[in-house]
Nanobody, 115 residues
Framework: VQLQASGGGLVQAGGSLRLSCAASGTTLRGNKVSGWYRQVPGKQRELVARITAGSMTSYADSVKGRFTISRNIAKNTVDLQMNSLKPDDTAVYYC?????????WGQGTELTVSS
């Protein structure tokens, strides 16, 4: 199982960006849960959003109403649409999926939100 995250970059506060995580070796829609996490230096990795096999979604309080997680079945990706970005959203974002009894991680994509 491999996950390839993409879409990070530099954006101004208030802007939007979409992250995408392409999977190989697994079908994301069949996995128990997939999600996006983020991490800043010196802090623990935190859950941003996740989506279950039944398409139930949940979000960190800090991103509710601004971020939307979704799956693209045709492309076998899990995407994170991020709107109204804030400088506090600056982090390295990692995608994750749980299958075969364990978690798999992508390599991370960096987001910088300038004020």
């Amino acid at each position: 199982v491999q996950l390839q995250a993409s879409g990070g970059g530099l954006v101004q506060a208030g802007g939007s960006l979409r992250l995408s995580c392409a999977a190989s070796g697994t079908t994301l829609r069949g996995n128990k849960v997939s999600g996006w996490y983020r991490q800043v230096p010196g802090k623990q990795r935190e859950l941003v959003a996740r989506i279950t096999a039944g398409s139930m979604t949940s979000y960190a309080d800090s991103v509710k109403g601004r971020f939307t997680i979704s799956r693209n079945i045709a492309k076998n990706t899990v995407d994170l649409q991020m709107n109204s970005l804030k400088p506090d959203d600056t982090a390295v974002y990692y995608c994750n999926t749980f299958t075969h009894g364990r978690h798999f991680w992508g390599q991370g994509t960096e987001l910088t939100v300038s004020s």
